[in-house]
Each structure stands twice: as structure tokens, then as C-alpha cells.
């Protein structure tokens, strides 16, 4: 049996901290941030979806990191909570009850009242969940979805969708046409392996998104990973 260390849980003040200070945290994420974002077929997208192939992978945090670098970086950033089941960004900034896209997409409305701009990045802005029913399974509720993705194109730099795992419903499959890409965050030495193929198969089902992998929790020292692999 292998015992792991807790890691202690991060705060948005401590990913901010890190990035501000300009350290290998910040260097990591700018390095994937090139190679997966800038690369000739993806030079020109600005939305992205977050997943993962079951739940706490560090989808969440990567997509934090990654927001926080661009922000930090002097570029115009929208993360938007798309988790239906379990909103982990709204609950991590604190706004899980505050009204956000299930309402935009139910009744509509101007997003510009519903997003949350951070108070230590003022370039960074947070769209809730919602409180509402919003399904997506419905066709209207998708295209004022859709509409909406839209419409925020002109308005950031980037969008950064923080998603459910794709074992957990038919979200990801429902939202992959509506991004530029799809970026899925896979535990080193906890997924398995027919977990991380299929959801791979239901990144690229829909519409062939999918733009990288990003390996998370990878500790610092772990030669005997990279001989197995």
C-alpha cells in the first residue's frame, strides 16, 4: 500500500501570490500555456474547456494557474464555472449561491451583471454557476449558450471553461463544439489508464477538441513513473 502526503488545499490568495511573484510556478504554466495554446492550430483560440476523466484531478486548480498567469501577464480573462453537478470555481471563490449562468441562460439578461471581477487581479473576471435548473440537454438552452460564448469573444482575451469529468455526464460532449479547445488533466500516478482512454474518446468524439493533456500532481522527485511509463 503507498501513503501519500496531503497536500494542503491552495487559496486563490496563495495562486496569486505565486504568480505575481513571477517563480517556477508562474515559468511552469507559461511554458504549457505556449506549448499547447500558442501552437500553430491553436494560435487563434480563446476558449477553452477544462476536464478530466474522473473527479478531483486538479482540473479546478489548473485552470486557476493558468488564469492567474494570463491575468497577472496583463491579458483580459473569463473563467466561467460549467461544472453543473458540482460547481468546484464557484465554491472556491466563495460565490456558489450567487446567480451566474444558469440564470443568463434561462432568462438572459446582461452577463456584465453577473460576473465577479476579482479584487487582487482586476483583469481576471468570475462567472458563477448559478443557482438555476439550466438544462443542457435542451436545444434553446444550448444556443443561448453558444450565444453567449460569443458574444464574451469580443470582450477578453481568453475564456477558460472549468468543466465536469466526462465520467460524470454528457457535459463535456455538449460543450466541446462550442470551444476553441479542450485541455483534459490527468493525476499522475492515480488514474488509470482505461480512464484516461476514455476520456479521451469523449473529448474527441463530438468534435475533435481536444488540444493537450496536462499531467497534474506530479511530485518533484519520481523516477520509477517515467521507467513504467
Not at 486548480?61 to 460549467?82: E, F, P, Q, S
Not at 439550466?134 to 477578453?156: I, K
Not at 479547445?181 to 474527441?204: F, S
Amino acid at each position: 500500500m503507498r501513503f501519500r502526503k496531503q497536500r494542503p488545499e491552495l487559496s486563490w490568495q496563495r495562486i496569486v501570490a505565486l504568480h505575481e511573484q513571477d517563480g517556477d510556478v508562474s515559468r511552469a504554466c507559461a511554458d504549457i500555456f505556449r506549448t499547447i495554446f500558442l501552437d500553430g492550430t491553436n494560435a487563434d483560440g480563446k476558449t477553452f474547456l477544462f476536464t478530466s476523466a474522473v473527479e478531483a484531478e486538479g482540473k479546478t486548480t489548473t485552470a486557476l494557474h493558468i488564469a492567474a498567469m494570463l491575468a497577472t501577464k496583463g491579458k483580459r480573462v473569463l473563467l466561467v464555472d460549467v461544472h453543473w453537478r458540482r460547481p468546484s470555481l464557484s465554491r472556491f471563490f466563495g460565490i456558489a449561491e450567487q446567480p451566474g449562468l444558469t440564470e443568463l441562460i434561462e432568462s438572459g439578461g446582461r452577463h456584465e451583471d453577473l460576473m465577479v471581477e476579482d479584487s487582487r487581479i482586476p483583469q481576471l473576471f468570475v462567472l458563477p454557476r448559478g443557482t438555476g435548473n439550466a438544462d443542457l440537454l435542451d436545444s434553446a438552452a444550448r444556443e443561448r449558450l453558444s450565444a453567449f460564448l460569443q458574444r464574451v469573444r469580443g470582450e477578453f482575451d481568453f475564456i477558460l471553461l472549468d468543466g465536469a469529468p466526462t465520467a460524470s455526464g454528457p457535459e463535456v460532449l455538449i460543450l466541446s463544439p462550442m470551444v476553441d479547445g479542450v485541455l483534459l488533466v490527468v493525476a499522475c500516478d492515480r488514474t488509470q489508464r482505461a480512464e484516461v482512454a476514455a476520456a479521451r474518446r469523449a473529448v474527441e468524439k463530438p468534435a475533435g477538441k481536444l488540444v493537450g493533456v496536462i499531467l497534474s500532481r506530479v511530485p518533484r522527485y519520481l523516477p520509477a513513473y517515467y521507467r513504467t511509463v
